[in-house]
């Protein structure tokens, strides 16, 4: 009996995946997401000169800080690109299957809703996901293979700490479209949520500066974990070293903290899809 539902699952997969990704969407995506670390990643501003009996040498400058601002300067840039496909594959390829009622025929087939909802999130999340990951890493590699192989731990925190605040708006987004069931709605919602995340975590961290608050910090860090990355790394020191310098043991717990936030976010939808969702 449970051999017949692979097959299902891998057919609604496909569905998605060819509703997600009409020509030359995909395409189009892992172009800019490779190129994006060669337009704003410089090696060279992590060269040092050395100068020894009228000789000058060149060497790249490694460690953690300095792999967090290389990985950091690609990852900012590529967010946006991440984020219009993820908030176009939820909110308005989901929403107009809602709205057409394609998502009836997912139903009829012979998969639980959580495995059905479980597709349609690995082609619209995971996959944009991957390919993010899978390009970037190697390009970033290729620019500067020295920094980024002493540091590949601090290359993939930096990652898990920037698309916290993503995924958690993605999950926002998903639990909008299935309650408003209106794609075009729940995507403007999305474009909407995502300038109300940043421009409050850009005053959030204004205020907290200029009333030197480390509370406020901490809770702009609940959301927005690349903050205390960030400042435990010293990036933003000559600003905030006398408000807070957060540890380490205080980097992972504020990042384990906003995944848990977009676990529970993740967790109601998959509730209301599977329990109340009815068409």
């Not at 009829?108 to 597709?119: D, Q, V």
């Not at 925190?157 to 309650?179: F, H, K, N, Q, R």
Request: charged content about 10%; glycine content about 6%; aromatic content about 14%.
């Amino acid at each position: 009996m449970q051999r017949g539902k692979g097959k299902p699952f891998l057919e609604v997969f496909a569905l998605a995946l060819n509703e997600d990704y009409r020509l030359p969407i995909l395409e189009v995506f892992a172009f800019l997401l490779i190129l994006t670390p060669f337009i704003f990643v410089s090696p060279g501003a992590y060269l040092t000169v050395e100068i020894s009996g009228g000789n000058v040498t060149y060497k790249l400058v490694s460690g953690a800080r300095i792999t967090y601002s290389l990985v950091f300067s690609t990852l900012g840039p590529s967010l946006p690109i991440f984020a219009i496909l993820v908030f176009k594959n939820l909110a308005y390829g989901l929403g107009s299957d809602i709205e057409k009622g394609i998502i009836q025929t997912y139903l009829s087939y012979p998969l639980k809703r959580h495995m059905i909802l479980s597709a349609k999130l690995l082609s619209s999340i995971i996959l944009p996901l991957i390919i993010l990951l899978s390009t970037q890493i190697p390009a970033l590699y290729l620019l500067a293979p020295e920094i980024i192989s002493q540091c590949i731990d601090t290359v993939l925190l930096t990652y898990i700490a920037g698309l916290s605040p993503m995924l958690l708006i993605s999950g926002i987004i998903l639990l909008v479209t299935l309650l408003l069931r209106r794609g075009g709605l729940a995507l403007v919602s999305g474009i909407t949520l995502y300038f109300v995340f940043s421009t409050a975590s850009s005053m959030l961290m204004f205020m907290a500066l200029a009333i030197k608050s480390p509370i406020i910090l901490k809770l702009l860090s609940t959301f927005y974990p690349s903050t205390t990355l960030s400042l435990y790394y010293g990036i933003e020191a000559y600003l905030a070293s006398e408000v807070w310098t957060p540890t380490f043991l205080e980097v992972v717990g504020y990042i384990g903290v906003s995944y848990l936030f977009t676990a529970f976010i993740f967790a109601i939808a998959y509730i209301y899809f599977c329990r109340r969702f009815s068409l």
